[in-house]
């Protein structure tokens, strides 16, 4: 999947100088972050309502406008799919794959080497209460 989104990133990045009037892509750099924000923000929204829904053939075109957006922004941040990667791996290494970085400080494991050392198993999430946050 990573060498779909680093070919749709460069794609972004050949058609932001296109011309506006032919090109959506050219046209939201045109416009600026504020207007990539909301676009991503939309789709993010049209997402959930179709998992909500149960219509999965929506999410995964939803989904695809998505990681579009996304990309399209990450452009514009000066943000490359490889940043998000290894992001990706320092949160494995960590936590395991399946989980999230919290949002308040907690004590993490040390680890001497993170390619060293055991990752935590994927947890699988179903079935488990949500909780609400305060």
């Known amino acids: 999947m990573s060498d779909s989104l680093e ?11 296109l011309d506006p009037a032919t090109s959506r ?6 416009r600026g972050p504020s207007k990539m924000a909301k676009k991503l923000a939309e789709e993010a929204i049209e997402v959930v309502i179709d998992a909500v829904n149960g219509d999965s053939e929506a999410v995964i075109r939803e989904s695809a406008d998505l990681l579009y957006n996304l990309t399209v922004l990450w452009a514009s941040a000066g943000v490359r799919p490889e940043d998000v990667w290894r992001e990706m791996t320092r949160r494995e290494d960590m936590l395991g794959i399946a989980e999230k970085l919290p949002k308040s400080p907690m004590k993490l494991p040390k680890v001497a080497s993170p390619r060293v050392a055991a990752r935590r198993p994927i947890v699988a999430l179903e ?3 949500a909780r609400k946050r305060h």
Do not use: I, K
């Not at 070919?7 to 100088?17: K, N, P, S, T």
């Not at 892509?25 to 045109?30: D, G, I, N, S, Y």
């Open 25 to 30: 892509t050219a046209r939201l750099f045109q």
């Open 7 to 17: 070919r749709l990133y460069l794609a972004v990045l050949a058609a932001r100088d």
């Open 127 to 129: 079935g488990r209460a």
